[in-house]
């Protein structure tokens, strides 16, 4: 459930790469019922403001929800965090399904478009016949002529990502399930 690419490019959204390994162990102290942010530190020997700051971004993330208690005595708050499970399948599925989305609907565009390129530069121009042709099938940075764009590559990578997606987010889904 912690441990799959799509997870890990969902977690990217919420936090820095390098805080990856941290959020997920956090997830995973939340998952196992530990509560407190000093109990999470405990347990992963995170430091405790990395602890905090990554609890508010799965809060940001509506992922982490807590409760704030005021001790009587002391008059400090308490935080007591829960992991939402519910939320955090949705998520993950919302950003499953709007990637998978983009990817096919990229793929689709190749296959069904005619694509030109600068023949100088692919990087200064790239449009399709229509937008091409307003340009007279010239760069409109360089003035060269455009050229067809050979899309197999493109197409090809486009396809074994979202192959391998639907491969990742079936591993997931097991994972959910199995809990």
Sequence with gaps: MI?????NDFLEGIVDEDDLKNVKAIIEALIEGIE?????HEKTGIKLNTVRKLLYKLHD???ATYKR???PETQWFTYTWKFDKEEYVEKITDFYTNRLNERQEALDNLENNLYFVCCMDQEHFKGDYTESSEYEFYCPVCDYELE???AKKEKTLLKRRITLDKKNFKKFEDAINKQ
Excluded at 3 to 7: E, G, M, P, R
């Design 3 to 7: 441990n799959n690419s799509i997870v």
């Design 61 to 63: 993330a509506s992922i």
């Design 148 to 150: 067809p764009y050979d």
């Design 36 to 40: 407190t942010d000093e109990a999470i």
């Design 69 to 71: 208690n005021k001790d």
